[in-house]
């Protein structure tokens, strides 16, 4: 875990040594952050419309209702605005880079690819709070799982920076290998630890339908952590094919 948290946080202090750059980036990810966790917040609020713990008057309902739909058009606004920014940061930040066309565009995806990586961590750490919060035996139990997944990560990280610069090798000797080659290299290393991770979430899923059934989480809070599972095991999807399109990127604009 602590391999990868370095390895992101010294890309982005290359990509971005201005000082100024650096703030409005990670204003960004911290940004997406609070909306991901708005999000769950908000399926929060919705559990307790659907499951609600006593009977609610309908005067109450229909609030609850335009808060919720309110929030959620609210969020995708956010992101949409937080999209747009992002394009204008990286815009001003790598334009003024002087190397060759062929150097910037693969900043450029190193850029992207980065910043949504940061992005996906932000997100977990903090989805990861909110399940102590919830439920601290859960929460353990997810705290166990992302150390073993993200030691993975850290190794499948370590391989395919060596094929990648294996390839990248052969390319400036002029003996390329074949697009298949290289695709399906990645690929299948980000499927290969996504695979791991999705049979870590099943432990997971398991571990909620027995702390559901020994009444040691709530329905309403069973429901939220239902939720937040699904985004997790969404993150470790989106992190591990991404890490290893950012490897990729970062070996080509080295």
Same mark, same amino acid.
């Given at each position: ?24 980036? &990670?204003? #960004?990810?911290? @940004?997406? =952050? %609070? *909306? ?8 929060? !609020? $919705? ?64 850029? &992207?690819? #980065?910043?949504? @990586?940061? =992005? %996906? *961590? ?8 909110? !399940? $102590? ?69 099943? @432990? ?51």
């Amino acid at each position: 875990m602590l391999r990868v948290a370095i390895e992101l946080w010294s890309a982005t202090k290359d990509l971005f040594p201005s000082k100024r750059h650096l703030r409005m980036v &990670m204003g #960004l990810v911290t @940004l997406a =952050t %609070i *909306v991901s966790i708005s999000e769950l917040l908000l399926a929060k !609020l $919705f559990s307790d419309l659907i499951l609600p713990s006593e009977p609610r008057s309908s005067s109450n309902l229909i609030i609850l209702s335009v808060i919720f739909l309110g929030v959620f058009g609210l969020l995708r606004i956010i992101n949409f605005v937080r999209e747009y920014y992002r394009l204008n940061i990286f815009e001003k930040a790598l334009t003024e880079d002087s190397g060759s066309k062929f150097a910037n565009s693969w900043k450029w995806a190193t850029a &992207m690819e #980065l910043t949504a @990586l940061l =992005t %996906i *961590v932000g997100r977990f750490v903090f989805i990861s709070i909110l !399940l $102590f919060y919830f439920s601290i035996p859960f929460g353990l139990c997810n705290l166990i799982l992302s150390v073993i997944l993200f030691q993975t990560f850290a190794l499948q990280m370590k391989r395919q920076y060596i094929e990648q610069r294996k390839f990248r090798k052969l390319q400036l000797e002029k003996k390329p290998v074949t697009n298949a080659e290289k695709v399906k290299t990645r690929i299948l290393a980000g499927e290969s630890i996504s695979l791991i991770s999705a049979f870590g979430m099943l @432990l997971m899923f398991g571990a909620l339908i027995l702390f559901s059934t020994k009444d040691v989480i709530e329905p309403t809070i069973a429901f939220t952590l239902f939720i937040a599972l699904r985004m997790i095991g969404q993150i470790y999807s989106g992190f591990s094919s991404g890490l290893m399109r950012y490897v990729r990127a970062r070996v080509y604009c080295e």
